[in-house]
T-cell receptor, first 112, second 114 residues
């Protein structure tokens, strides 16, 4: 079965650089979520989109922005990167009427 | 603010044992609760989802129960195997609306020894 696809899988950036993470949800899924998981921590919710509109917003820094496109894929844009942004970033997707969130493999971001 | 706690933080058992992982949440007005498995450095694999109106869900050797009024859920693993070694996370969803967030516990790191 098709799963959530995230790219890139690994990313190394310098402080103050920008990064763009991409998420391709499971076919026919219309809702995407972004979570950040720091080392040894549980995943923290960042933001979600349903039908290309922001649905819920968590502890996402102002330096980050995200959107969902007409094909339902989503991008998380991160600017002025800081050392503390180093984490595993997960995307998840669901289909309206279904409750289970399916997670992608994550993008591991390292900020040097 | 919803807080989710998992006990114990780590658990080591011999192969073949039955075990129980615990999850508690402060706001009992949840919409559903989901159990995940995470292998080191990997993504989250959904194991079971229990809706607020349900008492338990079963999948193979896994059984998850929910007591919403007391703010507790348990994940029961029968006849544990070394391949079950992973971190198990529970997460609650407070709202029915599409796109509503999951709030995670800190996880229980399980080691099953051959």
């Amino acid at each position: 079965a098709a799963g959530v696809i995230q790219s890139p899988r690994h990313l190394i950036k310098e402080k103050r650089e920008t990064a763009t993470l991409k998420c391709y949800p499971i076919p026919r899924h219309d809702t995407v979520y972004w979570y950040q998981q720091g080392p040894g921590q549980d995943p923290q919710f960042l933001i979600s989109f349903y039908e290309k509109m922001q649905s819920d917003k968590g502890s996402i820094p102002d330096r980050f922005s995200a959107q969902q496109f007409s094909d339902y894929h989503s991008e998380l844009n991160m600017s002025s990167l800081e050392l503390g942004d180093s984490a595993l970033y997960f995307c998840a997707s669901t289909q309206v009427g279904w409750q289970t969130q399916y997670f992608g493999p994550g993008t591991r971001l390292l900020v040097l | 603010k919803q807080e989710v706690t998992q006990i114990p933080a780590a658990l080591s058992v011999p192969e073949g044992e039955n075990l129980v992982l615990n999850c508690s949440f402060t706001d009992s007005a949840i919409y559903n609760l989901q159990w995940f498995r995470q292998d080191p450095g990997k993504g989250l694999t959904s194991l079971l989802l229990i809706q607020s109106s349900q008492r338990e869900q079963t999948s193979g050797r896994l059984n998850a129960s929910l007591d919403k009024s007391s703010g507790r859920s348990t994940l029961y693993i029968a006849a544990s195997q070394p391949g079950d070694s992973a971190t198990y996370l529970c997460a609650v969803n407070l709202q029915e609306t599409s796109g509503s967030r999951l709030t995670f516990g800190e996880g229980t790191q399980l080691t099953v020894n051959p």
